[in-house]
Protein backbone atom coordinates (compact mmCIF):
# COMPACT_ATOMS: atom_id res chain seq x y z
CA UNK A 1 0.00 0.00 0.00
CA UNK A 2 2.80 2.68 0.59
CA UNK A 3 4.87 1.36 -2.32
CA UNK A 4 1.25 2.17 -3.98
CA UNK A 5 0.57 5.66 -2.12
CA UNK A 6 4.04 6.89 -3.64
CA UNK A 7 3.61 6.33 -6.90
CA UNK A 8 0.70 7.92 -6.75
CA UNK A 9 1.83 11.07 -4.87
CA UNK A 10 4.97 11.12 -7.53
CA UNK A 11 2.41 11.15 -10.10
CA UNK A 12 0.45 13.84 -8.49
CA UNK A 13 3.76 15.88 -7.64
CA UNK A 14 4.56 15.79 -11.31
CA UNK A 15 1.37 16.20 -12.76
CA UNK A 16 1.41 19.34 -10.12
CA UNK A 17 4.76 20.80 -11.21
CA UNK A 18 3.49 20.41 -15.18
CA UNK A 19 0.80 22.48 -14.37
CA UNK A 20 2.36 25.13 -12.90
CA UNK A 21 5.48 25.38 -15.40
CA UNK A 22 2.78 26.24 -18.23
CA UNK A 23 1.73 28.93 -16.52
CA UNK A 24 5.18 29.99 -15.83
CA UNK A 25 5.83 29.43 -19.62
CA UNK A 26 2.43 31.13 -20.60
CA UNK A 27 3.47 34.32 -18.24
CA UNK A 28 6.66 34.71 -19.63
CA UNK A 29 5.50 34.58 -23.67
CA UNK A 30 2.77 37.19 -22.99
CA UNK A 31 5.01 39.71 -20.50
CA UNK A 32 7.67 41.72 -21.65
CA UNK A 33 11.25 40.63 -21.19
CA UNK A 34 11.43 43.21 -18.42
CA UNK A 35 8.59 41.20 -16.98
CA UNK A 36 10.17 37.71 -16.85
CA UNK A 37 13.54 39.26 -15.07
CA UNK A 38 11.36 41.36 -12.40
CA UNK A 39 9.10 37.39 -12.25
CA UNK A 40 12.36 35.96 -11.29
CA UNK A 41 14.10 38.28 -9.60
CA UNK A 42 11.42 38.94 -7.41
CA UNK A 43 10.84 34.87 -6.90
CA UNK A 44 13.75 33.03 -7.78
CA UNK A 45 12.27 29.76 -6.51
CA UNK A 46 10.09 30.18 -9.27
CA UNK A 47 12.98 29.85 -11.96
CA UNK A 48 14.55 26.80 -10.31
CA UNK A 49 10.61 25.47 -10.95
CA UNK A 50 10.50 26.52 -14.10
CA UNK A 51 13.71 24.76 -15.34
CA UNK A 52 12.88 21.40 -13.33
CA UNK A 53 10.07 21.38 -15.12
CA UNK A 54 11.66 22.24 -18.24
CA UNK A 55 13.52 19.07 -17.86
CA UNK A 56 11.07 17.29 -17.28
CA UNK A 57 9.08 17.92 -20.37
CA UNK A 58 12.26 18.40 -22.91
CA UNK A 59 13.10 14.41 -21.74
CA UNK A 60 10.07 12.89 -23.09
CA UNK A 61 11.24 14.71 -26.67
CA UNK A 62 12.41 12.75 -28.91
CA UNK A 63 15.32 15.01 -29.74
CA UNK A 64 16.09 18.42 -27.87
CA UNK A 65 16.59 20.90 -30.14
CA UNK A 66 19.66 22.74 -28.53
CA UNK A 67 21.45 19.40 -29.36
CA UNK A 68 20.33 19.99 -33.19
CA UNK A 69 21.65 23.74 -32.88
CA UNK A 70 25.02 22.33 -31.00
CA UNK A 71 25.41 20.16 -34.13
CA UNK A 72 24.78 23.31 -36.86
CA UNK A 73 27.07 26.02 -36.22
CA UNK A 74 29.73 24.05 -37.94
CA UNK A 75 27.46 24.08 -40.93
CA UNK A 76 26.37 27.42 -41.47
CA UNK A 77 26.83 30.11 -44.04
CA UNK A 78 29.17 27.89 -46.67
CA UNK A 79 30.71 31.49 -47.86
CA UNK A 80 30.87 33.03 -44.55
CA UNK A 81 34.39 33.92 -44.55
CA UNK A 82 36.15 32.16 -41.30
CA UNK A 83 38.73 29.95 -41.15
CA UNK A 84 37.66 27.09 -38.85
CA UNK A 85 34.06 26.77 -37.98
CA UNK A 86 35.00 26.32 -34.84
CA UNK A 87 36.26 30.11 -34.59
CA UNK A 88 32.50 30.77 -34.95
CA UNK A 89 31.30 33.10 -31.51
CA UNK A 90 28.31 31.83 -30.73
CA UNK A 91 25.77 34.03 -28.50
CA UNK A 92 23.23 31.91 -26.60
CA UNK A 93 19.87 34.53 -25.21
CA UNK A 94 18.11 32.57 -22.98
CA UNK A 95 20.98 29.64 -22.35
CA UNK A 96 19.38 27.42 -19.17
CA UNK A 97 22.06 25.71 -18.03
CA UNK A 98 24.63 26.17 -20.58
CA UNK A 99 23.71 22.75 -23.12
CA UNK A 100 24.67 24.71 -25.54
CA UNK A 101 28.05 25.94 -24.38
CA UNK A 102 28.92 22.32 -23.35
CA UNK A 103 28.06 20.79 -26.49
CA UNK A 104 30.34 23.05 -28.80
CA UNK A 105 34.06 23.87 -29.09
CA UNK A 106 33.16 27.22 -30.17
CA UNK A 107 33.38 30.00 -27.59
CA UNK A 108 29.46 31.30 -26.38
CA UNK A 109 28.59 33.73 -24.88
CA UNK A 110 25.50 32.62 -22.35
CA UNK A 111 22.78 35.03 -21.23
CA UNK A 112 19.71 33.62 -19.03
CA UNK A 113 17.88 36.04 -15.56
CA UNK A 114 19.20 33.36 -12.99
CA UNK A 115 22.71 31.70 -13.03
CA UNK A 116 21.83 27.75 -13.71
CA UNK A 117 25.33 27.22 -14.38
CA UNK A 118 28.75 29.42 -13.46
CA UNK A 119 29.19 30.51 -17.49
CA UNK A 120 25.72 32.29 -17.84
CA UNK A 121 25.57 36.16 -18.05
CA UNK A 122 22.79 37.06 -16.11
CA UNK A 123 20.98 39.77 -18.23
CA UNK A 124 18.05 40.39 -19.95
CA UNK A 125 18.05 38.75 -23.61
CA UNK A 126 16.85 42.61 -24.53
CA UNK A 127 20.09 43.84 -23.37
CA UNK A 128 23.34 41.99 -23.51
CA UNK A 129 26.75 43.58 -22.24
CA UNK A 130 28.19 42.72 -25.85
CA UNK A 131 29.48 44.84 -28.87
CA UNK A 132 27.85 45.92 -31.39
CA UNK A 133 29.16 43.10 -34.57
CA UNK A 134 31.01 40.91 -32.41
CA UNK A 135 29.45 37.78 -32.71
CA UNK A 136 28.93 34.97 -35.86
CA UNK A 137 25.97 32.78 -34.76
CA UNK A 138 23.10 34.43 -32.08
CA UNK A 139 20.81 31.49 -30.62
CA UNK A 140 17.29 31.68 -29.14
CA UNK A 141 16.57 27.67 -28.26
CA UNK A 142 12.94 27.85 -27.11
CA UNK A 143 13.76 31.19 -25.75
CA UNK A 144 12.24 33.71 -28.17
CA UNK A 145 10.20 34.76 -25.14
CA UNK A 146 8.53 38.04 -24.43
CA UNK A 147 6.00 40.17 -26.09
CA UNK A 148 8.88 43.02 -27.14
CA UNK A 149 9.89 40.49 -29.79
CA UNK A 150 10.86 43.38 -32.19
CA UNK A 151 13.39 44.71 -29.41
CA UNK A 152 15.33 41.52 -28.56
CA UNK A 153 15.50 40.36 -31.95
CA UNK A 154 16.57 43.77 -32.95
CA UNK A 155 19.78 43.03 -30.04
CA UNK A 156 20.42 39.60 -31.71
CA UNK A 157 20.50 42.24 -34.79
CA UNK A 158 23.28 44.44 -32.97
CA UNK A 159 25.54 42.07 -31.89
CA UNK A 160 26.01 40.28 -34.94
CA UNK A 161 28.44 40.41 -37.61
CA UNK A 162 27.44 41.11 -40.82
CA UNK A 163 26.28 38.22 -42.73
CA UNK A 164 26.41 36.26 -39.26
CA UNK A 165 23.59 33.77 -38.41
CA UNK A 166 20.42 34.07 -36.23
CA UNK A 167 19.06 30.55 -35.30
CA UNK A 168 15.77 29.90 -33.89
CA UNK A 169 14.33 27.21 -32.51
CA UNK A 170 10.65 27.35 -31.24
CA UNK A 171 7.24 25.12 -30.85
CA UNK A 172 5.33 25.40 -33.98
CA UNK A 173 2.24 26.62 -32.17
CA UNK A 174 3.66 29.66 -30.69
CA UNK A 175 3.50 31.12 -34.02
CA UNK A 176 0.13 32.41 -34.94
CA UNK A 177 1.59 33.16 -38.56
CA UNK A 178 5.04 31.65 -39.70
CA UNK A 179 5.35 33.71 -43.27
CA UNK A 180 4.13 36.96 -41.20
CA UNK A 181 6.89 36.25 -38.59
CA UNK A 182 9.43 35.80 -41.48
CA UNK A 183 8.32 38.49 -43.24
CA UNK A 184 9.03 40.74 -40.38
CA UNK A 185 12.36 39.18 -39.84
CA UNK A 186 12.56 40.94 -43.42
CA UNK A 187 12.07 43.74 -42.07
CA UNK A 188 14.39 43.53 -39.09
CA UNK A 189 17.76 42.82 -41.81
CA UNK A 190 17.17 39.29 -41.79
CA UNK A 191 17.48 36.48 -44.66
CA UNK A 192 15.56 33.24 -44.10
CA UNK A 193 18.18 31.10 -45.39
CA UNK A 194 16.70 27.73 -43.84
CA UNK A 195 12.98 26.99 -42.50
N1 LIG B 1 18.00 27.43 -24.50
C1 LIG B 1 17.88 26.47 -23.41
C2 LIG B 1 16.84 26.86 -22.36
C3 LIG B 1 15.44 27.10 -22.90
S1 LIG B 1 14.28 27.53 -21.60
C4 LIG B 1 17.61 25.09 -23.97
O1 LIG B 1 17.16 24.96 -25.10
O2 LIG B 1 17.84 24.12 -23.24
C5 LIG B 1 14.11 29.27 -21.91
C6 LIG B 1 15.16 30.09 -21.20
O3 LIG B 1 15.01 31.46 -21.58
C7 LIG B 1 14.99 30.05 -19.68
O4 LIG B 1 16.20 29.66 -19.09
C8 LIG B 1 14.59 31.46 -19.33
O5 LIG B 1 15.06 31.88 -18.06
C9 LIG B 1 15.25 32.25 -20.44
N2 LIG B 1 14.66 33.58 -20.61
C10 LIG B 1 13.36 33.92 -20.72
N3 LIG B 1 13.22 35.25 -20.79
C11 LIG B 1 14.47 35.78 -20.74
C12 LIG B 1 14.99 37.12 -20.77
N4 LIG B 1 14.18 38.18 -20.87
N5 LIG B 1 16.31 37.30 -20.70
C13 LIG B 1 17.16 36.24 -20.59
N6 LIG B 1 16.73 34.94 -20.55
C14 LIG B 1 15.41 34.71 -20.62
Not at 6 to 34: C, I
Not at 76 to 104: E, H, K, M, N, Q
Not at 106 to 112: A, L, P
Request: with cysteine; aromatic share 8%; net charge positive.
Amino acid sequence: RSGRSAALRARMEERLLGARVRYLNQQLYTGSSRDAAQLFRADPAAFHLYHRGFEQQVRRWPERPVQRIARRPIRISPRYPCPTPASLVVADFGCGDCTLAASVKNQVHCFDLVPLHPRVTVCDMAKVPLAAESVDVAVFCLALMGTNLQEILGEANRVLKLGGTLMVAEVASRFEDIRAFLKAMTQLGFKTVSK
